[in-house]
């Protein structure tokens, strides 16, 4: 996890910078990229569905899911994003129709 999280951050410090630096080893500047992704990512969901996930199976967010990963993400990062869709699309479900906010979401996705 720590190597996504360090991957992820170098990725994001490339593209923003042109350079790539070294983050000094900080939560907030390893785990920033990754949460900010994550939130882009499920507003995209969002946006896709009208925040209308009444009738949405888990299927179908699943798939989203995974174009979503693949539209913003690369390589590793993006492999580590068809796990979570793997494994928690059920629960992502849940907490969309229940309004939870992506920014809440991705904290249990422990991505924030
Ligand atoms: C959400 O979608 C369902 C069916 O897909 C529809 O019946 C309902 O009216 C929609 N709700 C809103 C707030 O648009
Ligand atoms: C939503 O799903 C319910 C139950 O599966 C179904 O009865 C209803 O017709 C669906 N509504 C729409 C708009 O697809």
């Known amino acids: 996890m720590q190597f996504v999280l360090?991957?992820?951050a170098l990725f994001v410090l490339?593209?923003?910078r042109g350079v790539p630096i070294i983050p000094s080893p900080t939560i907030d500047v390893l785990v920033g990229?990754?949460?900010h992704m994550c939130e882009v990512i499920l507003n995209n969901v969002r946006y896709?569905?009208?925040?209308n996930f009444t009738n949405v199976s888990v299927d179908q967010l699943r798939q989203s899911l995974y174009q979503q990963c693949d539209l913003n993400l690369n390589g590793f990062t993006d492999q580590e994003c068809h796990k979570i869709a793997d494994k928690d699309s059920a629960d992502i479900l849940e907490q969309l129709q229940e309004g939870t906010s992506s920014y809440r979401i991705c904290q249990r996705e422990l991505l924030c």
């Open 6 to 8: 360090l991957a992820s």
């Open 14 to 16: 490339v593209i923003t």
């Open 48 to 51: 896709e569905y009208h925040n």
């Open 33 to 35: 990229p990754n949460c």
